[in-house]
């Protein structure tokens, strides 16, 4: 992985890597959309290049000498076009595109210590683009604009370069002349220049000798502007602190009339935003935090919940004994303080763990965007809900589940441009990735304006798998249920891009794994929707604790959705399965003991006669009635992992301590539902 046997990389450049690239991607989205109306944003092709060149360093600090040349290149590749030697043209975007994935890949593969990928594919395609350099022609700027060829000679040659592509394109050079305290320059001429960049593109920035005093520093700032040299010297006159700032237009020739229509145009639909201003000092408030020691730190709040459920045990207790129910009154008091103490200890590192979804939103407009290319579908791919938050490990995981159905949605469901015109659509196929959060949980739906999923395919198909039997005919949410089985499918042909049924129910484990649902809702000829809901957090969760015989279970909070006392004779036996009415609904009831065969305790009340305790699982028309022998009621929890011998055990999530160094297995809702709707497949079979 590294050019020495003991060195070893530390993990924050990798991180840092990371977090450059997800930035890079989003820069090169912006640079595509640029593309397609005619005008890339110097600064989008300016924060590539300098992206890459941050890379190009770290991985060389790393001892990473295949990814810093590769780096290196990619990074040669940006300057030419930066400078305007290569022509930024679609087939180089695609280019960049490919070299992205490809850095991506050759940093992950360097961070886990596995074989770098060769990127000996991606350097004959940069090479390839560099055979086809522009010719650049060197008009004097003396002929172009009123500068001396003293003032001009001290232009790089990016500054040069932007001067005449702005001329070109027939837009105001103007020259901003300005003195400032030498105690305060650095953030003035910071502030002046986003001042000016709200009216156009600021080309140099350069210290002048002449109109400043001794306390004084006086610069001139090069200014491409599609206002007049007069409305820019108003603009910044209408601010106090640049009233005194010169303004002059070095234009030798008139602005064309194509840029005077343009700014025209600007003007009657008002003034664009300018961009955002960072912080100078919003590095100094930021750290990044290892998530692991943050699973850590959580750890430990958990524990401190079972201590202080302890405490309340003992203060309980002492009521009870002579003498000492004042000091059980104080310890009441000291529980309610720890109790208020932790919960908003709890809750702040909570906060820390969460990040905006829209972390992934650029990676996943990548997969369609190439997926979208494979199948040779034109694909408008818009997003919503960019902040809202979850947890970082939660979004990391729910990531590959959303690639698939990205993946599935431009493949399966989008229709080809024939089709689409046939069908009276566009020929571009629409596909929305949406989050919003809802209480404890975070909502995420992607919906395409495709062909739909016909629910009679699906179910001829079941039925010829032998999953269904031939008079059998379950409702639509059922039917659409068997396309979370494993290698379930209707078509009779396979892509490269999607295969055939691998995938949905790779997506249906992995959301389970999050505790999570999933939903699918579809219209013929319309589209198709899926929703996704998970917890916003699983580090640490609230528990409902109960009795099943002799073993006690706890069951996340966020999946239980009410408990009922429920009257044996309401219990009814239909098709082998026993269900209760819940206002006016049927739900089918799982008795736990018998799913896990556990011996009944003799001579041991079980509530009371005749009464069935049943916790409401699940959501929506995803619910199970789970059937217990007690409730004793709510703690918080941290879930651990079981070890190999529990995993086959269906309905078994992990594992928590309950307080006494007492440890009891957490149920997981959404498999007890599946293995419900499993026994009453086989039962409605026999």
Request: glycine share 8%; net charge negative; aromatic share 4%.
């Given at each position: 992985?590294?050019?020495?046997?003991?060195?070893?990389?530390?993990?924050?450049?990798?991180?840092?890597?990371?977090?450059?690239?997800?930035a890079l991607s989003a820069h090169l989205l912006d640079a595509e959309r640029g593309l397609s109306v005619g005008r890339t944003d110097p600064d989008t092709v300016n924060a590539l290049f300098r992206g890459v060149h941050t890379i190009k360093g770290l991985m060389g600090m790393a001892g990473l000498a295949a990814v810093s040349t590769f780096s290196h290149r990619l990074e040669a590749l940006l300057d030419r076009i930066r400078l305007g030697k290569q022509t930024f043209s679609p087939d180089v975007l695609d280019v960049l595109f490919a070299s992205f994935d490809r850095l991506g890949d050759m940093i992950a593969a360097a961070s886990e210590g596995t074989a770098v990928p060769d990127p000996s594919s991606i350097l004959s395609r940069i090479e390839g683009l560099a055979s086809e350099q522009k010719a650049v022609t060197a008009v004097p700027l003396a002929d172009l604009i009123e500068m001396s060829p003293a003032q001009t000679s001290v232009l790089t040659e990016y500054e040069e370069h932007r001067l005449r592509e702005n001329l070109r394109?027939?837009?105001?050079?103007?020259?901003?002349?300005?003195?400032?305290?030498?105690?305060?320059?650095?953030?003035?001429?910071?502030?002046?220049?986003?001042?000016?960049?709200?009216?156009?593109?600021?080309?140099?920035?350069?210290?002048?000798?002449?109109?400043?005093?001794?306390?004084?520093?006086?610069?001139?700032?090069?200014?491409?502007?599609?206002?007049?040299?007069?409305?820019?010297?108003?603009?910044?006159?209408?601010?106090?602190?640049?009233?005194?700032?010169?303004?002059?237009?070095?234009?030798?020739?008139?602005?064309?009339?194509?840029?005077?229509?343009?700014?025209?145009?600007?003007?009657?639909?008002?003034?664009?935003?300018?961009?955002?201003?960072?912080?100078?000092?919003?590095?100094?408030?930021?750290?990044?935090?290892?998530?692991?020691?943050?699973?850590?730190?959580?750890?430990?709040?958990?524990?401190?919940?079972?201590?202080?459920?302890?405490?309340?045990?003992?203060?309980?207790?002492?009521?009870?004994?002579?003498?000492?129910?004042?000091?059980?009154?104080?310890?009441?008091?000291?529980?309610?303080?720890?109790?208020?103490?932790?919960?908003?200890?709890?809750?702040?590192?909570?906060?820390?763990?969460?990040?905006?979804?829209?972390?992934?939103?650029?990676?996943?407009?990548?997969?369609?965007?190439?997926?979208?290319?494979?199948?040779?579908?034109?694909?408008?791919?818009?997003?919503?809900?960019?902040?809202?938050?979850?947890?970082?490990?939660?979004?990391?995981?729910?990531?590959?589940?959303?690639?698939?159905?990205?993946?599935?949605?431009?493949?399966?469901?989008?229709?080809?441009?024939?089709?689409?015109?046939?069908?009276?659509?566009?020929?571009?196929?629409?596909?929305?990735?949406?989050?919003?959060?809802?209480?404890?949980?975070?909502?995420?739906?992607?919906?395409?304006?495709?062909?739909?999923?016909?629910?009679?395919?699906?179910?001829?198909?079941?039925?010829?798998?032998?999953?269904?039997?031939?008079?059998?005919?379950?409702?639509?949410?059922?039917?659409?249920?068997?396309?979370?089985?494993?290698?379930?499918?209707?078509?009779?042909?396979?892509?490269?891009?999607?295969?055939?049924?691998?995938?949905?129910?790779?997506?249906?484990?992995?959301?389970?794994?999050?505790?999570?649902?999933?939903?699918?809702?579809?219209?013929?000829?319309?589209?198709?929707?899926?929703?996704?809901?998970?917890?916003?957090?699983?580090?640490?969760?609230?528990?409902?604790?109960?009795?099943?015989?002799?073993?006690?279970?706890?069951?996340?909070?966020?999946?239980?959705?009410?408990?009922?006392?429920?009257?044996?004779?309401?219990?009814?036996?239909?098709?082998?399965?026993?269900?209760?009415?819940?206002?006016?609904?049927?739900?089918?009831?799982?008795?736990?003991?018998?799913?896990?065969?556990?011996?009944?305790?003799?001579?041991?009340?079980?509530?009371?006669?005749?009464?069935?305790?049943?916790?409401?699982?699940?959501?929506?028309?995803?619910?199970?009635?789970?059937?217990?022998?007690?409730?004793?009621?709510?703690?918080?929890?941290?879930?651990?992992?079981?070890?190999?011998?529990?995993?086959?055990?269906?309905?078994?999530?992990?594992?928590?301590?309950?307080?006494?160094?007492?440890?009891?297995?957490?149920?997981?809702?959404?498999?007890?539902?599946?293995?419900?709707?499993?026994?009453?497949?086989?039962?409605?079979?026999?």
């Amino acid at each position: 992985m590294s050019e020495g046997p003991d060195r070893r990389p530390s993990p924050e450049i990798f991180t840092e890597a990371a977090e450059i690239l997800e930035a890079l991607s989003a820069h090169l989205l912006d640079a595509e959309r640029g593309l397609s109306v005619g005008r890339t944003d110097p600064d989008t092709v300016n924060a590539l290049f300098r992206g890459v060149h941050t890379i190009k360093g770290l991985m060389g600090m790393a001892g990473l000498a295949a990814v810093s040349t590769f780096s290196h290149r990619l990074e040669a590749l940006l300057d030419r076009i930066r400078l305007g030697k290569q022509t930024f043209s679609p087939d180089v975007l695609d280019v960049l595109f490919a070299s992205f994935d490809r850095l991506g890949d050759m940093i992950a593969a360097a961070s886990e210590g596995t074989a770098v990928p060769d990127p000996s594919s991606i350097l004959s395609r940069i090479e390839g683009l560099a055979s086809e350099q522009k010719a650049v022609t060197a008009v004097p700027l003396a002929d172009l604009i009123e500068m001396s060829p003293a003032q001009t000679s001290v232009l790089t040659e990016y500054e040069e370069h932007r001067l005449r592509e702005n001329l070109r394109e027939g837009r105001t050079i103007a020259r901003a002349a300005a003195v400032f305290p030498l105690a305060t320059f650095d953030t003035d001429l910071v502030a002046l220049t986003e001042a000016l960049k709200a009216s156009g593109e600021v080309i140099s920035t350069l210290p002048s000798p002449a109109g400043a005093a001794a306390d004084q520093i006086s610069f001139h700032l090069l200014v491409a502007t599609g206002d007049s040299a007069e409305e820019l010297r108003a603009r910044l006159a209408s601010d106090p602190r640049w009233s005194s700032v010169a303004v002059e237009r070095l234009n030798k020739t008139p602005v064309s009339p194509a840029r005077q229509a343009e700014r025209e145009t600007a003007e009657a639909e008002g003034p664009a935003p300018g961009p955002a201003v960072p912080r100078a000092d919003a590095a100094a408030h930021t750290v990044r935090v290892d998530i692991k020691r943050l699973d850590r730190l959580m750890s430990l709040v958990g524990e401190l919940f079972l201590l202080k459920t302890d405490l309340a045990r003992t203060a309980v207790e002492m009521r009870s004994v002579a003498g000492a129910r004042g000091f059980s009154a104080d310890l009441q008091k000291t529980w309610r303080v720890l109790e208020r103490k932790l919960n908003e200890l709890q809750d702040r590192i909570v906060e820390v763990r969460l990040v905006p979804i829209g972390q992934i939103y650029t990676r996943l407009a990548q997969v369609a965007r190439k997926v979208s290319r494979e199948a040779g579908k034109t694909v408008s791919f818009q997003t919503f809900g960019e902040e809202t938050e979850l947890d970082k490990l939660m979004i990391e995981a729910i990531s590959d589940p959303l690639i698939h159905l990205i993946r599935n949605a431009v493949d399966h469901g989008l229709e080809t441009a024939e089709e689409r015109r046939a069908a009276g659509k566009p020929e571009a196929g629409s596909l929305f990735l949406g989050a919003f959060p809802l209480g404890n949980h975070v909502v995420l739906t992607i919906e395409d304006d495709g062909r739909g999923i016909d629910p009679e395919r699906v179910l001829a198909t079941a039925r010829k798998r032998g999953l269904i039997g031939p008079d059998e005919r379950p409702d639509e949410k059922e039917i659409l249920d068997f396309l979370f089985l494993p290698g379930f499918s209707t078509r009779e042909t396979v892509t490269e891009i999607s295969g055939r049924g691998v995938g949905m129910d790779v997506v249906k484990r992995n959301v389970a794994a999050l505790s999570g649902t999933i939903d699918v809702e579809t219209e013929v000829g319309s589209g198709t929707i899926f929703t996704i809901t998970i917890p916003l957090t699983l580090a640490i969760l609230r528990g409902l604790v109960v009795d099943v015989g002799a073993e006690t279970y706890a069951i996340p909070l966020h999946a239980v959705s009410e408990t009922l006392m429920v009257d044996s004779p309401d219990v009814q036996t239909i098709e082998g399965q026993e269900v209760i009415l819940l206002r006016e609904e049927p739900l089918s009831l799982l008795r736990l003991d018998r799913l896990f065969r556990l011996p009944r305790v003799e001579g041991e009340e079980s509530g009371r006669e005749g009464v069935l305790y049943v916790v409401v699982v699940g959501a929506a028309e995803h619910r199970l009635g789970l059937v217990v022998d007690r409730l004793r009621g709510q703690q918080e929890m941290v879930v651990k992992p079981i070890g190999d011998a529990l995993k086959v055990v269906p309905g078994i999530a992990g594992a928590t301590e309950i307080g006494g160094g007492r440890v009891v297995l957490v149920l997981d809702a959404e498999a007890l539902i599946g293995e419900a709707r499993r026994k009453k497949s086989e039962s409605v079979s026999r």
